[in-house]
């Protein structure tokens, strides 16, 4: 099976623009994760989705980042305007409902200048 | 307060011997697991292992395994015969539970693993 895709791999933008990420689970997995690595300091968890709707997003760091989740399928996370503190690894990740397995994605590399 | 602690920042091993990466966590639940995750310098995430907190035993896949001291709160990743192709950033994760369906994973701030020739 195909594995979680994540586009673009890296981004390069200027400060107050604005970038779009986006995630592919594996099919047939309803729960959809962003995290994000800042700064190489820990991996820090943004938000669920399951399927469409979003579970837990008491991660987002402020209301500069949106994600959502159209059909349950793919997923965006958009960031409007970027800062420079918002430069690091964004990584999404798919499991099963029914069982606790997560697969992650490459990741795509924000830098904001 | 940190969730997961990694202490080792960098590590080295000579090809094939044997190396330990330490995790250490911190929870007050009773069901927990705890995983392994491989990051070369491709960058994806790459799942080794898995531990839950009522497994009796280590779990072990191939050459990893899980060095689980559940009263110490620690989930030590054992690299047994190390290969080049090893050498990559490890970061212990924790997952606990919450309400609804699969849960957030917490993560250390990870140890990065040269293997030398």
């Known amino acids: 099976e195909a594995g979680v895709t994540q586009f673009p791999s890296h981004s390069v933008i200027e400060k107050g623009q604005t970038v779009t990420l986006r995630c592919d689970p594996i099919?047939?997995?309803?729960?959809l994760y962003w995290y994000r690595r800042v700064m190489g300091k820990e991996i820090k968890f943004l938000l669920h989705f399951v399927k469409e709707s979003k579970q837990d997003e008491s991660g987002m760091p402020n209301n500069r980042f949106l994600a959502e989740r159209t059909g349950g399928t793919y997923s965006t996370l958009k960031v409007q305007p970027a800062e420079l503190e918002d430069s690091g690894v964004y990584f999404c990740?798919?499991?099963?409902?029914?069982?606790?397995?997560?697969?992650f994605g490459s990741g795509t590399r924000l830098t904001v200048v | 307060a940190q969730k997961i602690t990694q202490t080792q920042p960098g590590m080295f091993v000579q090809e094939k011997e044997a190396v330990t990466l330490d995790c250490t966590y911190d929870t007050s639940d009773p069901s927990y697991g705890l995983f392994w995750y491989k990051q070369p310098s491709s960058g994806e995430m790459i799942f080794l292992i898995y531990?839950?907190?009522?497994?009796?035993q280590n779990a072990t896949e191939g050459r990893y395994s899980l060095n689980f001291q559940k009263a110490r709160k620690s989930a030590n990743l054992v690299i047994s015969a190390s290969q080049l192709g090893d050498s990559a950033m490890y970061f212990c994760?924790?997952?606990?539970?919450?309400?609804?369906?699969?849960?957030?994973?917490?993560f250390g701030s990870g140890t990065q693993l040269t293997v030398l020739p």
């Open positions: 990740a798919s499991s099963h409902l029914a069982n606790y397995g997560y697969t």
């Open positions: 531990q839950g907190s009522y497994d009796q």
């Open positions: 994760a924790m997952r606990e539970p919450a309400p609804g369906t699969a849960r957030q994973l917490t």
């Open positions: 099919s047939g997995h309803d729960n």
